[in-house]
Each structure stands twice: as structure tokens, then as C-alpha cells.
């Protein structure tokens, strides 16, 4: 009770817009609960508390998230998630996200479920009929005067309300609501954020909406934007406070009810947050479940404050997840605590042991662990782990608990100890925790860290950081990384579009890029998360584009897919382009503007470079999980990421792996990279090509986006890899292909097969040496075996002939290249069909008129009707007709006869009976034998 009285006294307290009183009672409220396990109920109190402070502290996207959130932790509880959904709505959540969540709650109950409204379409919302009162200002004046019986209580929905009356759009009447607190642009900017660029352009499109010239009148226009907080009217503690606050509750009951039951309001969310600042953090993060891990090392984890959530609706709800909010960082939501267990021997964890969570358990899995990931993408068959390398990750800000949250992520997830060393070549900015911004920031480095090191772990880990998030401070940190040679890999943050880049940045970029490669070292950078789309320039709407530093020639650009495997061994299954509306996040892909087609593109067609070259699992809703202490919720807390920006750190790993098998950095792998994907076996067996899904972006505004399709499209480029092959054939990037005249013989066929063996380094010579062939059948041979490479330039090929021996099924010819003084060891694969040889069977009689009880002798010859030489059939021969004839024998033995490939044999055919002038059909049937297949045939015998 206590509990309960506190938080409702939090939330009256809120409602009056007292936020510091209303979080010194739920600080109360959370003291009594650390004492005590959490239950559902004395959690529900403080999760609307907690949603009014958002709303009165005017974070309105923030209690949508809880909300939400809250609705799907009560799983099964039916009756509360529709409460909850209500919540959201009430919150200002988009009518249409929430309908969603109730028709899925009447779909499995019989609960009366009261459906919010129908969204006025755009026209009505910006010009009502003539004569037709709009129902949201109906409902706006019904509001405030009820508002006025509940001693000026205040929620969002009061000033959405009002904004719908004066047209403005949820972002408008956010900024609004802001200004009239006396805000400056500065800071709405700092706490939304935004660029002030954005921020004044919004000022100046409300002032013309309100036909103001000045904020001050803010406050007069929009009044439930600066209601004065009655905390003082309320006990200060919780003695007394659920009668106190039950009195006024109950005044309010009918207000609270139709302030939320219709609202009219724009489509887009409430506090949707474009992205303002040049190349910015871009992963999203998503809740788990948490609370249902189903722990192998119980030692390893504290599972405490979250009830359980079903991870099937998680990955087949969406909508419920966030609200779909676009923001210059992360967006995530708390689930629970990891710690690793003390004095735990980490040498003795390992990927085998380590905790599956409940979200990995469902079907198709919802979120991965490092040993899933691993198995997906073949990296746990590469003999490394990346000893020797080092993985460089330029990031802005900082995380100062990076070296926590690596050693938990490692003790959770059976990893071994990293070596990670930080860098700030410019200075550390000074960590802001109430900074969204940087928060975000240190969100991605924790994630990109954690999953740089899960893919190659023996692998060092430099973390350069910026000063800010600025072009010009990643770009020192960039050209600091290889003026000091720290890695053979470096990951880039994502950049802004190329239009929005100045040309003295991207000149820069690019030198600094050019002399990685000289170097050798192989630069990857994101593609990014908002599809086809870039932010545009002012960070207010959204444009097509591609990122500046992924489109760059020297740069590997890395793209988004949506993984789908088992959430337990990772056993891989297939994928598709990313794309989540829910989330308005997609890969990013499409065409520079600034570059032609670099030379390992231009067999592909294009006018201009196209963007991304690889593609990567980057799904929210079956992304990566990461522990993450710096989100202000707690430490050692376990989150859902995905973005394209943890996905380039994934793939700058399997890089390091390349490097330590080859012994030296490869450069530029874009080269290579095409070359494997240009032969079909390789492709095959290097990569997973994507073929379905698109990266269209949902808006607003909609821009549209290109589909996956066979080979490299501008969703997912070449696809996402088989590290199992793809790692060596990097290190050693020789590219031996194999193919013959025909896919398909029969027994005893001729065939020619070539191997060409491809010098794929940027100084290549022409391989030499011998090739040798071999197939996964005994039977058959090849001529010329092995066989002596030819050629000039970077390409040498060979040719032997096969022979197809006995035995029908699809088989596999290896060709397999020793190597010389300069040319590694490679290998190449091709399949062939064999077939049985085609026969014809003619049958023809002595006599065509037999009388009853008459004989004639009857010959059955089978031919070989394949082309080559030809073999005489072996086997027997059937011999049927259609009356109650006899034949001497019924079935006789081929022999070969004079001419190459026929066979013949003989039988007596005696009428037994028949009507005089009836014709009688009789058969020969050859079943085949172990070189030839079957046919049949049959003549005509008459009765006189």
C-alpha cells in the first residue's frame, strides 16, 4: 500500500506539472521496491508515474516507449496490455500503432475493446469541410473544460489538442510547448535533438500557423503548454497520500477517459526526431526478453526489476516495441541487469557455455549472441581468431564504462579477455550523461566494440576517439589513425549525404582513404539506416542519397539485412534486405553522385559507383545484444541493437581474420571482393546472395528504395558472407574457377573442362604451375590429368577430358591448383549431371498374319541413340500382348549384333485366339541396364 500510495502520488504530483515532487515520491517508491522482488502490480503504479513525468517534463516519446513497453512485459495479461496501449494513446502515440495493438488483443479475447477513431485524412486535418465542426476541436474545448474540474491538471494530449485547433503538426506543438516554457532555441534543440538550423525553421512556421511574431505569446495561444503545479495542495508524504490523491483522481475520471478516447491529432509521431547533426551515431535499439533467458551459466547473470516478455510477439509486434521515432542516436529500452559472477574465471567460459536468452529461443529468433552470429556467417569454422591485428574504430564522445561493459559482455557471453586501448588524439570531451546526444554516441561504441572483438577476439581493439560528432573532429581522428598506422582495419562512422558534405571535407576524406590503402589498410564505413534515404542538409526531412564516406571508391561500404537463423546454434536459414517501417530503418543503398563506376564495378553496368558492396545482419527486431551502461538507466544493463554501423565492426572483424591468415593487411578488398563474385562458384560458395526485400524508406516524406536481386543490387551489393570461404580466398585472393563445355552427359560422353586460375592483387602476374582434377565418383576418368596452366597477364587456364563413367547422379569435378613461387594454393568446384544413355527398342515379326494356334519368330532390337561412340545395350528384353497369346521364351538376352551399339534376341509368338480380322498389338520392353536406359516396342499381328 505504501507503494502504491507513493507512486499515485507521483503521478497526481506530475499531472500538476511539480515534476521535482513527483520524482521525490517515486524516488520514495523505489526505495521501498529495491527491498522487496518486483510483482507486476506495485510496478504498474510506477510506470504511469513515471509516463506523467516524462509528459509534464515534455518528453512525450519517452512515455509513449514506456508504455508501449509496459504493454508487452504483461505478455498474456490481456486486460492490462489493453490499459497500457490506452496509456500510449493518451501519451500522444500515433492512433494507427496503437489501433494495431488492440486489434491483436480482440483478436485473441473477448474483452469489449472501445477502437480509437480513425485518423482524419490530411485534407480534413488542414481544411474542414464548410459547416462541419472537426470533432478533435470538439474534443479539445470538452478537454480543457474538464480539465479546469481537475485543479488544472495537465497531460500532453491537452496540448495536442490545441495544436490540432491551431494546425500544428505533433513536432510543431512539441517545439511550441518548449518555447512557451521559456526555452531557448538552443536548448529545445540540445533536449530534441536537433540542429538550431532545425529549430528556428520550426519557430518560424509556428509563428506564421499562430500569427504571432514573438514566443512570449506562447503562452497565452497554447495555455496548457505552462500550467502552474499545485504541489502544494498535496501532502509531501506518503501518509495520506492514497486518500489525498484517490479524491482528486476521482474528480478526474471523466477527464482522463475522453481526453483519450478519440483523439485527432497527425499521423506522425509525436516527437519524431529527424536527425540534425552530420554524421551522427545511427544503431537502434530495441528491448528483450530479458526476464525469460534461460540461463546455461547461472552464475554468470542477476536477472532483477523486469517481469517476463513473449519474445514471439516482440518479433512479430513491432509496433510495440518503440514508437517509430527517428533520432540521432540509439533508441532502446531497459529489460534487465547482467553481471558476471565474481572471481569467475573467464579463460574457463566459453561460446559453447554461454547464456541463451528467450528471444533466441523463438521461431524465427528474434536476437542473437556471439556464438550465433558466429556459426550464421561461417566465422567459427576460420582457423583464427585474429591474433596479431588490430581492429581500429574511430567513434565521437565517449563511453566511460567501455571497459566495463566489455569484460561483462565478454563474462556473459564465454569470450575471452580483450586488449583494448583508447585513444583521444584531440582531447576527451568531458562525459554529459543528460546529453542525448552523447549518450547515443556511447551507446554505438559499446556496441561496435563488443562486436569487433566477438568476431575476432585475440584481435586488439583501438578506439580513437573525436572530440565531437563534427566533420572536422572525425576527420582528425581518421587522419590520426593512419598517420600512425594503428590497424590494418579501420571502421568509420557513417557521414552525412554527399550533398550535405562540403567538397574541402570530402577532399579530405578521400586523400586520408587513399593513403589507407596505400598502406595497407582496408577501410569499411556503414552504409546506414534509413534506406535509399539520407537526412537532408538542415536535418528537417529526408532526401535520396548515399553516404559520403561509404561511397568513396577506396572504401568497403557495408549494408543491412534481416538474418534468419536458429537462435540456439545459429544454423543459418536465409535473409532478407532490411527494412522495419515500424522502425523507419532500413539499409542504406542507391548511387553517388560524385564518383563513376570504379573499375571492379564497371562490368556491372552502372553510370556512377554504386553503394553498399557488402551486406551485413542489421535488423532491430533480430539484431545483436550489447551491454550497454552509459543509457542512464543503469549499469550492466543488456540491450537489442541493430544498425548497419555494428554491422561494419562485424565485417571489420572477419577483415582482421583475413589479415592474420594472409600476414600482412590486404588494403582495398573491394577488387577482390567483385573478382570472387563475377565467377559463380565462388559466389556460391563466398557469399550469401540476397535476393528478396528492398530499402525503400517510409518517410515522411516516402522515398523510394531498390529491391535485392540476384548478384550485387543496391539493397544489399554482392550480399553477406560464408566466412568459412571467404576469409581464405581474401588472404589469398587467387580466384581458380572450373567449368565444362556441357552440365550435363551421359555415360561414356566426352567432355572438355577448363581451369582458370586468377592473379586477383593489384600488381598480379600470371599464375603457373599444374591443375589437377578430380570427381567424387570412381567411375570415369580424365584425359590430360593433371594438366599445365597458360596464358599472359593475371589469367592462366588449362584444359582436360572427361569421361563419364557408369553410374547416374549429379557429380562434383574439383579442380585444385598447387601453386607457385608467388601464387598461393587455390581450388574450385563445378558440378555435372550424368545421365544414362538414351535407347530406342524396335520390335518386328517373321509373319504379320498369324492364324490361331499358329507361330511366327519374332526379333527385339534395342539401339544406342546417344551421340558419341556408341555402346550395345546389355540386359533383357519383356515380351507382352494384349490377348492370351503365349511367347517362347517371355523374355530372352541381349547380344550385340554387327552393327556398333544394337543388341538383339529372339522369341516364338503362338496366337492362342482371337476373332478372324482383329489385329493384335504385342510388345518388346527393355528396362535398361547399368550404362543404357529404357524404351520399348511393339508391332502389329492380324488374324486371316
Not at 615 to 643: P, R
Not at 826 to 839: E, L
Not at 849 to 863: F, K, L, P, Q, Y
Request: proline share 7%; charged share 15%.
Amino acid at each position: 500500500m505504501r507503494v502504491s500510495g507513493l507512486a499515485m502520488l507521483a503521478e497526481a504530483r506530475a499531472l500538476q506539472r511539480d515534476v521535482a515532487g513527483a520524482r521525490r515520491a517515486l524516488d520514495a517508491a523505489d526505495e521501498v521496491l529495491a527491498h522487496r522482488p518486483p510483482t507486476w502490480v506495485e510496478d504498474a503504479g510506477a510506470v504511469r508515474a513515471r509516463m506523467r513525468i516524462s509528459l509534464a517534463d515534455d518528453r512525450p516519446v519517452e512515455a509513449q516507449r514506456m508504455a508501449l513497453e509496459a504493454a508487452l512485459r504483461v505478455g498474456q495479461v490481456l486486460k492490462r496490455r489493453a490499459t497500457l496501449l490506452h496509456e500510449a494513446l493518451r501519451a500522444g502515440a500515433p492512433a494507427a500503432q496503437v489501433a494495431r495493438g488492440l486489434e491483436q488483443i480482440a483478436a485473441r479475447s473477448d474483452l469489449p475493446i472501445v477502437q480509437p477513431a480513425p485518423i482524419m485524412p490530411p485534407r480534413q486535418r488542414r481544411s474542414p469541410p464548410r459547416g462541419q465542426r472537426p470533432r478533435a476541436v470538439e474534443a479539445a474545448e470538452r478537454s480543457r473544460r474538464l480539465a479546469e474540474r481537475c485543479e488544472g491538471a495537465w497531460t500532453p494530449i491537452l496540448r495536442l489538442a490545441d495544436a490540432a485547433t491551431h494546425n500544428l503538426t505533433a513536432r510543431e506543438a512539441e517545439v511550441a510547448a518548449l518555447a512557451g516554457r521559456g526555452l531557448t532555441n538552443a536548448q529545445i534543440a540540445e533536449r530534441l535533438v536537433l540542429s538550431a538550423r532545425t529549430v528556428d525553421s520550426h519557430m518560424q512556421r509556428i509563428y506564421g500557423k499562430l500569427g504571432i511574431n514573438r514566443r512570449q505569446r506562447l503562452a497565452d495561444i497554447l495555455p496548457s503548454t505552462d500550467r502552474a503545479p499545485l504541489g502544494s495542495q498535496l501532502p509531501t508524504t506518503d501518509g495520506g497520500a492514497r486518500r489525498s490523491v484517490g479524491g482528486a483522481w476521482r474528480g478526474c475520471r471523466r477527464y482522463v477517459r475522453q481526453t483519450g478516447a478519440r483523439p485527432r491529432i497527425n499521423r506522425g509521431a509525436p516527437g519524431a526526431v529527424p536527425r540534425g547533426v552530420k554524421r551522427v551515431s545511427n544503431s537502434l535499439w530495441s528491448r528483450i526478453d530479458f526476464g525469460r533467458a534461460r540461463l546455461s551459466l547461472p552464475a554468470l547473470i542477476a536477472v532483477i526489476g523486469f517481469m517476463a516478455v513473449s519474445a514471439a510477439e516482440l518479433a512479430g509486434s513491432a509496433w510495440a516495441s518503440a514508437a517509430q521515432v527517428r533520432r540521432a542516436g540509439p533508441l532502446w529500452s531497459l529489460v534487465g541487469r547482467a553481471t558476471p559472477a565474481r572471481g569467475a574465471s573467464r579463460a574457463a567460459s566459453s561460446l559453447a557455455s554461454a547464456t541463451v536468452f528467450g528471444c533466441q529461443t523463438t521461431t524465427p529468433a528474434s536476437c542473437f549472441g556471439p556464438a550465433q552470429i558466429r556459426a550464421a556467417y561461417g566465422v567459427d569454422q576460420v582457423a583464427t581468431s585474429g591474433l596479431g591485428q588490430t581492429i581500429v574504430l574511430i567513434e565521437a564522445y565517449q563511453s566511460p564504462t567501455i571497459t566495463e561493459d566489455l569484460a561483462t559482455f565478454d563474462s556473459v557471453f564465454g569470450l575471452p579477455a580483450p586488449k583494448l586501448d583508447i585513444v583521444a588524439p584531440d582531447g576527451l570531451t568531458p562525459f554529459d550523461q543528460s546529453s542525448a546526444l552523447q549518450t547515443n554516441f556511447a551507446g554505438d561504441i559499446s556496441a561496435e566494440v563488443e562486436w569487433a572483438h566477438a568476431i575476432a577476439p585475440a584481435a586488439q581493439i583501438d578506439l580513437v576517439l573525436a572530440k565531437s560528432g563534427s566533420d572536422a573532429d572525425l576527420l582528425s581522428a581518421e587522419q590520426f589513425a593512419v598517420a600512425h598506422d594503428l590497424g590494418n582495419v579501420i571502421v568509420d562512422p557513417v557521414s552525412a549525404a554527399e550533398q550535405c558534405t562540403a567538397s574541402t571535407v570530402l577532399s579530405a576524406e578521400h586523400l586520408n582513404d587513399v593513403a589507407a590503402a596505400s598502406q595497407g589498410i582496408t577501410v569499411l564505413a556503414p552504409a546506414g539506416d534509413t534506406g535509399a534515404a539520407q537526412p537532408s542538409c538542415d536535418g528537417s526531412s529526408f532526401i535520396t542519397g548515399v553516404s559520403a564516406l561509404a561511397a568513396d571508391p577506396t572504401v568497403t561500404g557495408v549494408g543491412g539485412t534481416i538474418l534468419n537463423a536458429d537462435g540456439t546454434t545459429g544454423a543459418y536459414h536465409s535473409e532478407v534486405a532490411w527494412n522495419e517501417p515500424d522502425f523507419a530503418a532500413a539499409g542504406g543503398g542507391g548511387f553517388s553522385t560524385l564518383y563513376s563506376p570504379p573499375s571492379y564495378q564497371q562490368s556491372l553496368g552502372q553510370t556512377s559507383r554504386g553503394v553498399p558492396d557488402v551486406s551485413y545482419n542489421s535488423a532491430i527486431i533480430g539484431g545483436v545484444l550489447s551491454v550497454w551502461s552509459t543509457s542512464g538507466q543503469g549499469a550492466n544493463l543488456v540491450f537489442q541493437v541493430g544498425a548497419t554501423g555494428v554491422a561494419a565492426a562485424q565485417y571489420g572483424g572477419i577483415v582482421a581474420l583475413a589479415d592474420a591468415v594472409a600476414g600482412h593487411g590486404l588494403g582495398p578488398i573491394n577488387p577482390t571482393l567483385y573478382q570472387l563474385a563475377r565467377d559463380p562458384a565462388t559466389y556460391a560458395s563466398d557469399f550469401h546472395d540476397i535476393t528478396v526485400g528492398n530499402n525503400a524508406f517510409p518517410g515522411p516524406p516516402a522515398i523510394a528504395g531498390f529491391s535485392a536481386g540476384p548478384g550485387w543490387d543496391a539493397a544489399t551489393g554482392l550480399g553477406s558472407p560464408n566466412a568459412a570461404n571467404l576469409v581464405p580466398a581474401l588472404a589469398n585472393p587467387n580466384s581458380t574457377t572450373v567449368a565444362c563445355a556441357t552440365s550435363a552427359v551421359v555415360i561414356a560422353q566426352t567432355v572438355s573442362c577448363t581451369a582458370t586460375v586468377t592473379d586477383l592483387h593489384v600488381d598480379a602476374s600470371t599464375p603457373t604451375g599444374r591443375v589437377t582434377f578430380t570427381i567424387d565418383s570412381p567411375l570415369g576418368v580424365f584425359l590430360h590429368d593433371p594438366c599445365t596452366l597458360a596464358g599472359t597477364g593475371p589469367t592462366a587456364s588449362c584444359t582436360v577430358t572427361y569421361i563419364a563413367g557408369p553410374g547416374t547422379a549429379q557429380r562434383t569435378i574439383t579442380a585444385k591448383y598447387a601453386g607457385d613461387a608467388t601464387h598461393a594454393a587455390a581450388a574450385a568446384q563445378t558440378s555435372i549431371t550424368v545421365s544414362p544413355r538414351a535407347t530406342s527398342t524396335a520390335l518386328s515379326c517373321a509373319r504379320s498374319t498369324v492364324a490361331v494356334g499358329m507361330a511366327t519368330r519374332c526379333t527385339a532390337t534395342v539401339s544406342d541413340t546417344s551421340p558419341g561412340f556408341a555402346l550395345p545395350p546389355a540386359g533383357t528384353v519383356t515380351f507382352t500382348a494384349s490377348a492370351a497369346d503365349e511367347f517362347k521364351p517371355a523374355q530372352c538376352t541381349l547380344r550385340p549384333t554387327h552393327t556398333p551399339g544394337h543388341a538383339a534376341c529372339e522369341t516364338t509368338y503362338i496366337r492362342a485366339s482371337g476373332p478372324s480380322g482383329v489385329s493384335q498389338t504385342i510388345t518388346a520392353s527393355y528396362p535398361g541396364g547399368p550404362i543404357h536406359g529404357a524404351s520399348q516396342g511393339d508391332t502389329m499381328i492380324s488374324v486371316p
